[in-house]
């Protein structure tokens, strides 16, 4: 897999799927269920090692019950603190 151009990106997304899964009190199990995705692809796009394309992107929204504007802004408002913060520090 050849690593993201953007991780930080990349980590934003992982974060917010594992807090709005957990605030939903569902497992990766669960969630997978609800996305029809498995198990396993989910614990790798929460440790931000696989990218997730836009259809399941689509697939993840639905399942932690976002519309996809909603879990887009959420993603984007988490990426430029993490970045305001990581600039911060330098």
């Given at each position: 897999?050849?690593?993201s151009k953007n991780q930080?990106?990349?980590?934003?997304?992982?974060?917010?799927?594992?807090?709005?899964?957990?605030?939903?009190?569902?497992?990766?199990?669960?969630?997978?269920?609800?996305?029809?995705?498995?198990?396993?692809?989910i614990s790798l796009i929460?440790?931000?090692?696989?990218?997730?394309?836009?259809?399941?992107?689509?697939?993840l929204a639905d399942g932690?019950?976002?519309?996809?504007?909603?879990?887009?802004?959420?993603?984007?408002?988490?990426?430029?603190?993490?970045?305001?913060?990581?600039?911060?520090?330098?």
């Amino acid at each position: 897999m050849r690593p993201s151009k953007n991780q930080a990106l990349i980590n934003a997304l992982a974060t917010e799927i594992k807090l709005r899964r957990r605030a939903l009190g569902f497992s990766q199990e669960d969630l997978a269920g609800h996305c029809q995705l498995d198990r396993p692809y989910i614990s790798l796009i929460e440790v931000g090692r696989k990218q997730p394309t836009l259809s399941v992107l689509l697939r993840l929204a639905d399942g932690l019950q976002y519309s996809m504007s909603e879990f887009m802004g959420l993603v984007q408002e988490r990426y430029l603190l993490e970045r305001e913060v990581a600039t911060a520090g330098q």
